[in-house]
């Protein structure tokens, strides 16, 4: 198969993975336990991509300025900080720490 | 809160570019990945992985973006959209959209930030991918403008609101915990899911503990 084709192929494969969530049917996403569930799934999973974004480096643990950034945004927020000022934030502190020679 | 997820999300499609040219893919392969394929880390997981053949950067991106279905049903759920609708919703279903919904309360800023968001990064993404295959490298990492600290506080930035309760709080740190021990342990992008099935655990147990 040619290069084009797998791409192709990876293309067709992603988006059915993301269109299955859309063909469940309502009555079964309507019912109180699916609410309960999935308030609880939401938390996990934002919590899973912050912890990923912060620590993650492919398959490995990487301790660099996004753990600035992580926690100069972590006060900015606890100080009620917008959002918008809250991610310029982040953005500077993770250069800041680069610029001073940090990984 | 769409718009800067997007800027924050969108610019690291120039390093997409750039590494997909340098993996060996044309300009038209990457474009078609960032096009249709949209979602980033299953991206970068293909082009990884294509030197072992192309069978394997199928696999490893297939598993990445199982999670993205997890966001389909909650969407689904949530916005009930007309059957017309949801492929377009489907394409747009990635993390960045579905964080940008799940932090808010409001139905119609929920609606509207998965819009923002969806549209927002799949423009800027295909835009940055563009830039980045014609320049490649000599734009410089990303990383030494802190993009990957702009992304990091945006998602803390979406989780923050949702922590009202001691038990939300207790999922999330319990979530990023087993993110962190995952990550070493299994393959990329099922860190997500393990963390998605503890936080539904945990919830079964509280809900038991209430009744």
Known sequence: MSLTAWVLLACLVAFATKLVGYLLPHRLLESERFGRVSRAMTIGLLAALVASNAFASGSHIELDSRVLALVVAGVALWARAPFLLVVVLGALAAALGRAAGLP | MGLS???????????????????????VQTQLLSALMFTGGSQFAFIG????GGGGALAAASLLGVRNAVYGAQLNAALKPRAIVKPVM????????????AAQDDPAERRRGFWAAGIGV??????????GAWAGESLGDPKRWGLDGA??????????????????????????VVTVIAVPLVPVGTPLLLAAVVAVGMSAITHRGRR
């Not at chain 2, 800027?7 to 044309?26: E, H, K, P, R």
């Not at chain 2, 394409?91 to 964080?99: H, P, V, W």
């Not at chain 2, 998602?155 to 999330?172: E, I, K, N």
């Open chain 2, 5 to 27: 997820v997007s800027i924050a999300t969108g610019l690291y499609g120039v390093s997409f570019g750039a590494l997909s040219m340098a993996a060996g893919l044309d300009r």
């Open chain 2, 49 to 52: 992985a294509i030197a072992g």
């Open chain 2, 90 to 101: 489907a394409e747009l279903s990635i993390d960045e959209s579905f964080a940008t919904f």
């Open chain 2, 122 to 131: 799949w423009v800027l993404w295909n835009l940055f991918t563009f830039i």
């Open chain 2, 151 to 176: 992304a990091t506080a945006a998602f803390l930035g979406l989780l923050w609101p949702r922590l009202r309760s001691r038990d939300a709080v207790a999922v999330a740190i319990t979530c990023a």
